[in-house]
């Protein structure tokens, strides 16, 4: 009988407390009669729920304060004003039903589940690379944490890129399991005819080329867990092999006689959906059920965005670590990262990140700087204005760097042709530089948007200079395109 598990029962009228001991018992629960001397000494860390009746003399609001990560539930009406307090969960009344009951029950078990650890870094230390806050990673690691104990199969389903693998191992390292190795195979990266070997081994001589004995990813995970992924990928005749090794529990190297014992862990994961791959026949339905003893359906970064200011992060701080430039967001670009339904899942967000790395190191990130297909949200570009000397400066880079030294008009277009072939001629009288240096970007501009048919950023490619460096100018000399 598990400690954990205890049903306490306080309340002086005797003959309604054996009752209901008497009830929670035909329904399969550890119930006992317990005293209130009993629960002002106890620490209760081993009473799932409390239900507290009558007490003559006694202070049932200062009871039920002193045990505040223990539920109660009250045994009549006339306790009802203690319905205020936060650890009490309900009312139950004479004469005792199954469903109330059990439905305060359940309530009692999700108030010690949800329980506050008291340590910000519980999740941390427990679950490693499974980072997120919303309510569907919570639920995961809620399914990691009731199966990892057990030797129960599991199968991980979800979409590539969401972090199945992740999942397997934070099984094996809650596991009992976990001092042994965790050992992955990707079952559709390897050819079929070479499947066998790697799992089960092979003797020296089996095959031409197996110049020597070897070990299969089953004798290696010996102890441990073995991680088969993206098991919808494995050939049929693999298939019934291995359900053979999973009903049986042993196996033999490729061309040995000696069974081997297998004692391992089976994890497996797909991102397929077996169901069809059956009515396909496709996949074995008889491994599949062999397999799915404990599904967990691994949620998508569209179901959870709200985790993807925790996941950028994660991400940067791990590409920082082995020598990435660190990069900061903006809120609007994280709320426009959060608007993106994100196909390739966390794989996709991690190359995001790393691409953002390299291009804006040490930089701070916003919308405009995104790829196109991640800007989700209007954002009106910012423009910067300088001062009329970096203006002039910028103005005489532009001109002479690009090697235009003179012009002259076309007597047919009348526009204005430069020649880069003649040296710059000063005219005898002078000229006014600063309009003069106007004048000859102007008619640079004017000649490129024609060139461009209007179109801005074409123009500046033309001119060799930045499409908000040419957007600047244009409003300067007032030039509409």
Known sequence: MSLTNYTWVIDENENRANKLVASLCFIGEHA????????????????????????????????????????????????????????????????????????????CQEYKRHLPSGDNNTQEKRFDGLIGATSEIEHIRFLIKQVATTNANVLILGESGTGKEVVARNIHLLSNRNAGPFIPVNCGAIPGDLLESELFGHEKGAFTGAISTRKGRFEMAQGGTLFLDEIGDMPSQMQVKLLRVLQERVYERVGGGKPIKADVRIIAATHRNLETMIEEDSFREDLYYRLNVFPIENPSLRERKEDVPLLLQELIKRNVAVGGAHVKFTERALESLKEHNWPGNVRELSNLVERMQIMFPEKVVDVSDLPKKYQHIDVEEYIPEYPEEILERQALNDIFSSGFAEFEEDEDSHEQVFDSSKPAVLPAEGIELKSYLAELEICLIEQALERSDNVVARAAEVLGVRRTTLVEKMKKYNLNN
């Open 32 to 107: 006992k009669l317990a005293t209130v001397s009993e629960i002002q000494e106890s620490a209760l860390h081993h009473v799932e729920t409390v239900f507290l009746g009558a007490l003559v003399g006694s202070d049932h609001e200062q009871i039920i304060k002193n045990q505040p990560e223990t539920p109660f539930i009250l045994i009549g009406e006339t306790l009802r004003p203690l319905l205020a307090l936060p650890n009490v969960i309900g009312i139950l009344a004479e004469p005792f039903s199954y469903a109330p009951t059990t439905e305060l029950l359940r309530d």
